[in-house]
């Protein structure tokens, strides 16, 4: 990590002190005026990566002609400040000049990246024609010479990570992008650097935004699953607003942004409303699917037990990661790949299809059946061989970029209990259930002890498992690829001197209390 924070105005100078750095690259990209929604941002991106790059600039290119480029509040020195505070390494503020060359003013003297149409035909894009072609060229150009493992990019602008996402894709851009989402003020209004912009009656009145979308949410959960009802509903309460005047209320997938008719699974109910003269944005994703539960925690607190337990409890799968991992490093011995070759097990990831589908028993846990393309794998994928390369396999953070995805697959539909170190915080950040599974390290050293005597194994001293334990907690809580770290809204269990059978009962209360009873409000 750096110690001081470099400020860096060129491009030049930035490729120079990038050459210079070791380790992961996270980047934030922002306009600067920075608020405690950047700030989430930064302090994520902290967590994920040894280096943090904040860009600072307010791009020509994504403003139109009657738009407020030239309004639009800049304010570096104290966002340096506040990037100084959160950790930051380097702060990107380069001129319009020196990021565009000479034709920054001519946008159409520049090569530009053009979304295509069914990404902005809808919500701003209508609205605000090239906007999004100046979204996807800056984001381009900063991805491509800062090359970060992970870049961060808010929800509360839905349509612009939607189309991030696609256009990382697209251009095979190097690193995850990384959804996060919308800080609000206490009253609900999403953070926005232009909310400066309203006087204090429209202060007031700005906050029905959310509240409009806040009353569609609830409806959703009641039920209601049209567009034009949810949209209404919105519309309804923006009217009561006089300074407001409604732009769109629109009801679309949040990964296509192809508009619905009704929510089957996903939507993304977006606003966007002139209060006064000022332009605000804000949306909800309603999630119509079953729910999905994260288990974390350090290794020995009994996750995976309970985890398989909890999922065969509530008829949801339990999604076993750890099969998915054995299934592709059967599949790499498989091809008679070795496991140690990075590139060429890269190359078997898009081949290699994994599929979990759960067994129900009578008596006792479900099991998952695990098929790899048209293989079933379940009894191979336990094999000693596998056992001795899963997890130099697993320790290569193209697989577990690619593995994370397929994850996030089966959460879309919803329905599963996962258990790892990175679930709740990366791989479902919007389960509606997160258990932080936690054990002394005393007593998880006393459960290993035990499982090796009723193993028959030779059983190491108290101390000695004790240290062991928690070197390995320091290794997991600090590796560069999903690290250990309880997630902000995770509920933390600790289980010394429970029983499985009453961390179960724990577990099904709090699925109770957090899940079912608010779907019932
Ligand atoms: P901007 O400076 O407005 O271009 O925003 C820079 C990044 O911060 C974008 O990825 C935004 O989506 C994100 N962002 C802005 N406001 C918020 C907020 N209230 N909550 C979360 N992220 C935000």
Same mark, same amino acid.
């Given at each position: 990590m750096g110690t001081v924070l470099r400020l860096l105005k060129t491009v030049e100078g930035l490729r120079y002190w990038l050459g210079n750095q070791s380790?992961? %690259?996270?980047?934030?990209?922002?306009?600067?005026?920075?608020?405690?929604?950047?700030?989430?941002?930064?302090?994520?991106? =902290? #967590? &994920?990566?040894?280096?943090?790059?904040?860009?600072?600039?307010? /791009?020509?290119?994504?403003?139109?002609? /009657?738009?407020?480029?030239?309004?639009?509040? =800049?304010?570096?020195? @104290?966002?340096? *400040?506040?990037?100084?505070?959160? +950790? %930051?390494? #380097?702060?990107?503020?380069?001129?319009?000049? &020196?990021?565009?060359?000479? /034709?920054?003013? &001519?946008? @159409?003297?520049?090569? *530009?990246?053009?979304?295509?149409?069914?990404?902005?035909?809808?919500?701003?894009?209508?609205?605000?024609? +090239?906007?999004?072609?100046?979204? $996807?060229?800056?984001?381009? !150009?900063?991805?491509?010479?800062?090359?970060?493992?992970r870049s961060y990019f808010g929800q509360k602008d839905g349509q612009q990570l939607a189309i991030i996402r696609q256009l990382v894709r697209d251009l095979n851009l190097p690193g995850a992008v990384i959804g996060c989402p919308i800080v609000r003020e206490t009253d609900g209004l999403a953070l926005s650097s232009r909310n400066q912009y309203l006087d204090g009656q429209e202060r007031q009145q700005a906050?029905?935004?959310?509240?409009?979308?806040?009353?569609?949410?609830?409806?959703? *959960?009641?039920?209601?699953?049209?567009?034009?009802?949810l949209v209404r509903i919105d519309l309804d309460y923006l009217e009561t607003a006089p300074a407001v005047a409604p732009q769109y209320v629109e009801l679309v997938n949040p990964y296509t942004l192809a508009p619905l008719e009704k929510v089957e699974t996903v939507g993304m109910l977006a606003v966007a409303a002139f209060v006064g003269t000022t332009r605000l944005i804000d949306n909800v994703v309603l999630r119509a699917r079953r729910p999905i539960i994260a288990i974390d925690g350090p290794a020995g607190a009994g996750k995976s037990t309970v985890a398989?337990?909890? $999922?065969?409890?509530?008829?949801?799968?339990?999604?076993?990661?750890?099969?998915?991992? =054995?299934?592709?490093?059967?599949?790499?011995?498989?091809? +008679? #790949?070795?496991?140690?070759?990075?590139?060429?097990?890269a190359d078997l990831l898009p081949k290699c299809d994994i599929k979990l589908v759960a067994t129900p028993s009578d008596n006792g846990p479900q099991h998952s059946d695990v098929w790899v393309n048209a293989t079933l794998v379940t009894q191979a994928i336990r094999t000693s061989e596998v056992t001795a390369n899963v997890s130099t396999i697993a320790a290569q953070s193209s697989v577990r970029e690619a593995l994370v995805k397929q994850q996030?697959?089966?959460?879309? $539909?919803?329905? %599963? %209990?996962?258990?790892?170190r990175d679930i709740g915080t990366h791989v479902f950040p919007d389960a509606e259930l997160k258990i932080f599974l936690n054990a002394s390290v005393e007593e998880r050293?006393?459960?290993?002890?035990?499982?090796? $005597? @009723?193993?028959?194994?030779?059983?190491?001293?108290?101390?000695?498992?004790? !240290?062991?334990?928690?070197?390995?907690?320091?290794?997991? @809580?600090?590796? *560069?690829?999903?690290?250990?770290?309880?997630?902000?809204?995770?509920?933390?269990?600790v289980t010394d001197s429970l029983t499985i059978e009453s961390v179960l009962a724990k577990l099904l209360a709090l699925y109770e209390e957090n899940v079912v009873s608010d779907e019932k409000s």
């Open positions: 380790g992961s %690259v996270g980047l934030v990209p922002t306009m600067g005026a920075l608020h405690q929604g950047h700030l989430s941002l930064i302090r994520r991106a =902290r #967590c &994920d990566n040894d280096i943090v790059v904040v860009s600072i600039f307010v /791009n020509p290119l994504q403003f139109g002609p /009657n738009e407020d480029l030239a309004a639009y509040p =800049r304010t570096l020195d @104290s966002d340096a *400040k506040l990037c100084e505070a959160a +950790g %930051v390494d #380097c702060i990107f503020a380069p001129s319009a000049l &020196d990021f565009y060359g000479p /034709n920054f003013n &001519d946008a @159409s003297a520049l090569v *530009k990246v053009i979304p295509p149409p069914a990404l902005v035909q809808q919500l701003c894009g209508k609205f605000r024609p +090239g906007h999004f072609d100046g979204v $996807a060229t800056v984001v381009t !150009k900063l991805i491509s010479l800062v090359c970060p493992q906050v029905i935004l959310y509240r409009g979308l806040r009353r569609a949410e609830q409806e959703f *959960k009641a039920g209601m699953r049209s567009q034009h009802s398989r337990q909890l $999922a065969h409890r509530l008829g949801l799968l339990y999604l076993d990661t750890g099969a998915m991992y =054995r299934a592709f490093t059967w599949y790499v011995l498989s091809q +008679g #790949c070795d496991p140690e070759d990075e590139v060429s097990v996030m697959q089966y959460g879309l $539909a919803g329905g %599963v %209990v996962a258990d790892g050293a006393r459960r290993r002890q035990r499982d090796l $005597a @009723s193993r028959s194994q030779s059983v190491p001293e108290l101390t000695e498992l004790t !240290k062991a334990i928690s070197e390995r907690d320091y290794k997991d @809580s600090t590796r *560069k690829i999903s690290p250990l770290r309880q997630a902000d809204d995770a509920i933390e269990v």
